[in-house]
C-alpha cells in the first residue's frame, strides 16, 4: 500500500506563489506521479503529472506558471505554483501510479483570493 502525505496549500493572493509537497511512503516502485485539482462543482482535473524517466505533462491552463518535480530519494513531489489566479481555488490532491493500481492524497485546499 502506498501512502500520501500532502502538505503545502493555504491562502494566497492573486499573483503570488505556493509550493506543495507530495512524500510517498510504500513497498511499490511508483512509475509517476502527479497533481490533480477539484473546484467546487466541478470534476478532479489534471493539473501536472511527471512519468518518471519522461517529461512531464501539464494543463494548458497552468503552462508557464506551474512546475512540477521530484525529490527521488526522499520520495516526494512538488509543485511550485506561481502567478496564481483566483481560478485556481481548489482542493489539490497527489497521485501516485505504480504497475497494479493507483493511491491519492488526502487533498490540501489551495485558495487564492484578495
Known amino acids: 500500500q502506498v501512502q500520501l502525505v500532502e502538505s503545502g496549500g493555504g491562502l494566497v493572493q492573486p499573483g503570488g506563489s505556493l509550493r506543495l509537497s507530495c512524500a510517498a511512503s510504500?513497498?511499490?516502485?511508483?512509475?509517476?506521479m502527479g497533481w490533480y485539482r477539484q473546484a467546487p462543482g466541478k470534476e478532479r482535473e489534471l493539473v501536472a503529472r511527471?512519468?518518471?524517466?519522461?517529461?512531464?505533462n501539464y494543463a494548458d491552463s497552468v503552462k508557464g506558471r506551474f512546475s512540477i518535480s521530484r525529490d527521488n530519494p526522499r520520495n516526494t513531489v512538488y509543485l511550485q505554483m506561481t502567478s496564481l489566479k483566483p481560478e485556481d481555488t481548489a482542493v489539490y490532491y497527489c497521485?501516485?501510479?505504480?504497475?497494479?493500481?493507483?493511491?491519492w492524497g488526502q487533498g490540501t485546499q489551495v485558495t487564492v483570493s484578495s
Open positions: 511527471m512519468v518518471f524517466g519522461s517529461g512531464p
Open positions: 510504500g513497498s511499490f516502485s511508483l512509475y509517476a
Open positions: 497521485n501516485a501510479a505504480w504497475d497494479r493500481g493507483d493511491a
